[in-house]
């Protein structure tokens, strides 16, 4: 079995320069078919092409009209395994498991990781610099309880204490201690730390950072009239831009913005009137420092994601899949405002695809390397660094990652 990434062709190849894709299909005309890709420059493709060592790489399948051959997009093959692969759901790093292997990135290579690593399942945020995993459970005598713990020193979790606990989080009575607010949130906090956001019965949303360099933001005031439904959900951007949706009473979802502040804080409210109704808000990813991409659906739909809300700065878009009838699967940040998403229907192993929407929101079928995900495969997207994105491919007999640029456009 070999599982060490071709390091030395893969920066090669991400160093070659990128040039825009020829004429795409338009969102309203997508076939399930990928037609397109982007492209590389000529010179590009001739280095590719001089690199035999794990690279895969496709001619594409040309459009209807196209006489010229395109070149190839630098897939680069990284690791092969005999078990399918399940990638932690991270923002950046690697932590994989693969039948009874579970694997990190080191120094470029692929490294067997901690024993503890998932000894509290996946982990969210950053590997191995800011990830942390969730805890929490009900007890009979102590109410709620919760437990964040953050990866330290590349091998323990170690446990993470809310300090200052806002006064009216819990109550005590006869030597008990029950949970007294509404709702709460926690996600790993685009600005670092873990940012654990609470709704308390006085209307007020109450932020405390776990273990972050950065301020908790200031308390945010849920009280006026225009404001009379609960949150449902809270996410924060890299900048400390705040995203709180909610819902009108006519099923209207609504998200209120409101930018990094420590005072007289300015909130605006845009509505996203095409989500379908009964959607709540699931997993955010950052685009860039202030916008967001946020997955949509019933609350029952397990990992699939019928819509994407896409914006910030007051400016959002409510977008399905560019395949008729298909769900997201996954999603992930590509270069700055773009985005890769594995696209099928509602179950797995339907015959993903991977589609890649630019910064005009534009969508494109990205074919893979030839022969490969031909039979029903099932995807996993991972983003390695800043740079690379790393993507499983889950074949009845086949389970190989590939890695391509996250820059496309």
């Not at 990781?113 to 942390?132: E, F, I, S, T, Y």
């Not at 955010?284 to 994601?305: C, I, N």
Request: hydrophobic residues 40%; charged residues 25%; contains cysteine.
């Amino acid at each position: 079995m070999d599982y060490r990434p071709t390091t030395a062709a893969l920066s090669l190849l991400l160093a070659a320069p990128l040039v825009p894709a020829c004429e795409k299909p338009s969102p309203a005309t997508a076939d399930p078919t990928p037609h397109t890709a982007t492209q590389i420059t000529a010179s590009a493709a001739s280095r590719a092409a001089e690199i035999q060592d794990g690279i895969q790489s496709q001619t594409l399948v040309k459009p209807a009209l196209e006489a010229e051959p395109e070149p190839e997009l630098p897939w680069a093959r990284v690791a092969s395994f005999d078990a399918p692969i399940d990638f932690a759901p991270l923002t950046t790093g690697v932590l994989l498991s693969a039948g009874d292997q579970t694997l990190t990135l080191e120094g470029g290579e692929l490294v067997e990781a901690p024993a503890k690593a998932l000894k509290h399942g996946p982990p969210q945020g950053a590997w191995p610099d800011n990830a942390w995993t969730t805890k929490t459970r009900v007890e009979e005598r102590a109410g709620l309880y919760l437990r964040m713990s953050k990866w330290k020193g590349n091998n323990r979790w170690v446990a993470q204490p809310i300090k200052d606990v806002p006064n009216d989080l819990m109550w005590e009575d006869d030597g008990r201690w029950y949970e007294n607010y509404g709702e709460f949130w926690g996600h790993v906090g685009g600005r670092g730390g873990y940012l654990l956001a609470v709704y308390d019965w006085e209307d007020t949303i109450t932020f405390r950072r776990l273990a972050g360099k950065n301020f908790a933001p200031i308390d945010w005031t849920w009280d006026d009239e225009s404001n009379a439904n609960a949150p449902l959900d809270v996410f924060e951007a890299p900048s400390g831009r705040l995203f709180v949706f909610s819902r009108d009473d006519d099923g209207t979802m609504n998200v209120d913005e409101r930018g990094f502040c420590r005072q007289n804080c300015k909130v605006e409210r845009h509505e996203l009137a095409k989500l379908e109704p009964g959607a709540y808000p699931k997993a955010s990813v950052a685009l860039d420092d202030e916008h967001l991409a946020v997955g949509f659906a019933k609350l029952d739909s397990g990992p699939s994601t019928k819509q994407l809300a896409i914006g910030g700065e007051g400016q959002w878009i409510v977008e399905s899949a560019p395949v008729a009838t298909k769900v997201f699967h996954a999603y992930t940040a590509g270069a700055s405002g773009e985005l890769f998403a594995v696209v099928g229907f509602g179950e797995r192993g339907d015959g993903e695809q991977l589609w890649h929407r630019d910064r005009e929101g534009e969508w494109t079928a990205l074919a893979l390397p030839e022969g490969v995900g031909e039979d029903g495969a099932r995807f996993e997207l991972a983003r390695a660094d800043a740079d690379t994105l790393w993507v499983a491919v889950n074949d009845d007999e086949d389970h190989t990652i590939y890695a391509l640029p996250v820059a496309l456009g």
